[in-house]
């Protein structure tokens, strides 16, 4: 069982995923500068993990704030918040973490807690955060599991699995996982996700540990294998929804949405509530990160490309909403037009 990110009472701790899959090194990060640099630098990744992550940088910060006076403390919360709010643009958990701990500090200001019981309190509210995402993701697992066919080869992207959530299923991993408990066979294609390979580092290990079986191929793959009938169904997650259903994620989901309707193959989203912004009416107000462009030019010290080289990095797309067959959450599957099925969804939560 893979649970990436935890909460001890000293630090909030990190499975290094930089690292994986060779080496499996756990970080203790003991500010919440230390828990921003995680998210910045991809020890964490995924938007569930980094929204879990954001809401222990939160308290952890708050647990170290050394004033007596609950205003001073509120100023040191906007401050550690504006500073986790820089780290990644696209995942939108990590500001729907931000904004519930504000809403969690303003209610037990108003309750008149003194600046002991609220770092009790965000504490405790950041822990059934993890707590939350984990159960939403077993939600996810089960109705999405429903969704695939006995004997399939599913296609997935990235690394939507355990690793980029609070733990256990993950979200598109999580509907392989619930179909299997269901007692589906799945097999699983991982591509390899160029530049920062989340599909060969990650994916590929993660499904190794829970012994899924899974097929690694190059990016540039998928076309082929769909032509020749062998992908049953694709499986993504997200790292913002926008109200109508466009679908950010991972650069190079779009290119796989786009071969996937050319054959005739599902195109499943799985993804918590916290990643649906309803306050984003398009795909087209979606903010994409565009990284390190070391990234593509070299394979760790490894120079590829030639030096002065003009380089585009974004790390995400948008997956137009027609081209998504359904979109699985904790609170059921929804399905076109997604402007009305996702508001009933974000109106129930
Ligand atoms: O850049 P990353 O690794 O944070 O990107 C992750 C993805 O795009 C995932 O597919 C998405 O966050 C969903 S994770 C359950």
């Given at each position: 069982?893979?649970?990436?990110?935890k909460?001890?009472?000293?630090c909030?701790?990190?499975?290094?995923?930089?690292?994986?899959?060779?080496?499996?090194?756990?970080?203790?990060?003991?500010?919440?500068n230390?828990?921003?640099?995680?998210?910045?630098?991809?020890?964490?990744?995924?938007?569930?993990?980094?929204?879990?992550?954001?809401?222990?940088?939160?308290?952890l910060?708050?647990?170290?704030?050394?004033?007596?006076?609950?205003?001073?403390?509120?100023?040191?919360?906007?401050?550690?918040?504006?500073?986790?709010?820089?780290?990644?643009?696209?995942?939108?958990?990590?500001f729907?973490a931000?904004?519930r701990?504000?809403?969690?500090?303003?209610?037990?200001?108003?309750?008149?807690?003194?600046?002991?019981?609220?770092?009790?309190?965000?504490?405790?509210?950041?822990?059934?955060?993890?707590e939350?995402?984990?159960?939403?993701?077993?939600?996810?697992?089960?109705?999405?599991?429903?969704?695939?066919?006995?004997?399939?080869?599913v296609?997935?992207?990235?690394?939507?699995?355990?690793?980029?959530?609070?733990?256990?299923?993950?979200?598109?991993?999580?509907?392989?996982?619930?179909?299997?408990?269901q007692?589906?066979?799945?097999?699983?294609?991982?591509?390899?996700?160029?530049?920062?390979?989340?599909?060969?580092?990650?994916?590929?290990?993660?499904?190794?540990?829970?012994?899924?079986?899974v097929?690694?191929?190059?990016?540039?793959?998928?076309?082929?294998?769909?032509?020749?009938?062998?992908?049953?169904?694709?499986?993504?997650?997200?790292?913002?929804?926008?109200?109508?259903?466009?679908?950010?994620?991972?650069?190079g989901?779009?290119?796989?949405?786009?071969?996937?309707?050319?054959?005739?193959?599902?195109?499943?989203?799985?993804?918590?509530?916290?990643?649906?912004?309803?306050?984003?009416p398009?795909?087209?107000?979606?903010?994409?990160?565009?990284?390190?462009?070391?990234?593509?030019?070299?394979?760790?010290d490894?120079?590829?490309?030639?030096?002065?080289i003009?380089?585009?990095?974004?790390?995400?797309?948008?997956?137009?909403?027609?081209?998504?067959?359904?979109?699985?959450?904790?609170?059921?599957?929804?399905?076109?037009?997604?402007?009305?099925?996702?508001?009933?969804?974000?109106?129930?939560?």
């Amino acid at each position: 069982m893979i649970i990436p990110v935890k909460w001890t009472d000293e630090c909030v701790e990190m499975l290094d995923q930089r690292l994986l899959p060779t080496e499996e090194v756990w970080l203790k990060l003991k500010t919440y500068n230390d828990v921003a640099d995680g998210i910045r630098d991809m020890v964490i990744r995924g938007a569930p993990a980094i929204g879990v992550s954001c809401a222990y940088g939160i308290a952890l910060g708050l647990k170290n704030f050394v004033g007596m006076n609950v205003e001073d403390m509120e100023e040191e919360l906007d401050y550690i918040c504006e500073v986790l709010a820089k780290t990644r643009p696209t995942a939108i958990n990590l500001f729907w973490a931000i904004d519930r701990m504000k809403r969690t500090f303003a209610k037990a200001k108003e309750e008149g807690k003194n600046v002991s019981e609220i770092k009790q309190v965000m504490i405790d509210d950041a822990k059934a955060i993890h707590e939350e995402d984990i159960e939403s993701q077993r939600l996810i697992a089960q109705f999405g599991g429903e969704l695939l066919e006995d004997d399939s080869n599913v296609l997935t992207h990235c690394n939507a699995g355990a690793l980029a959530t609070g733990g256990v299923w993950g979200t598109a991993l999580g509907v392989i996982r619930g179909a299997k408990d269901q007692g589906k066979k799945v097999t699983v294609i991982a591509d390899e996700t160029r530049p920062y390979l989340q599909g060969a580092r990650l994916t590929a290990w993660e499904l190794l540990q829970d012994d899924i079986p899974v097929t690694l191929i190059t990016d540039n793959q998928s076309g082929h294998l769909m032509k020749k009938g062998m992908v049953q169904a694709v499986v993504v997650g997200s790292d913002r929804i926008a109200a109508n259903g466009d679908v950010a994620n991972k650069i190079g989901t779009y290119m796989v949405a786009v071969l996937a309707k050319q054959h005739g193959i599902p195109f499943y989203v799985a993804a918590p509530m916290s990643t649906v912004d309803m306050n984003c009416p398009t795909g087209e107000e979606i903010p994409i990160e565009e990284r390190d462009i070391r990234e593509i030019t070299h394979v760790k010290d490894i120079q590829l490309a030639p030096e002065g080289i003009s380089v585009n990095n974004y790390a995400f797309d948008v997956t137009p909403n027609e081209m998504v067959d359904a979109i699985i959450t904790e609170k059921g599957v929804a399905r076109k037009p997604y402007v009305e099925s996702l508001r009933k969804m974000a109106e129930d939560n």
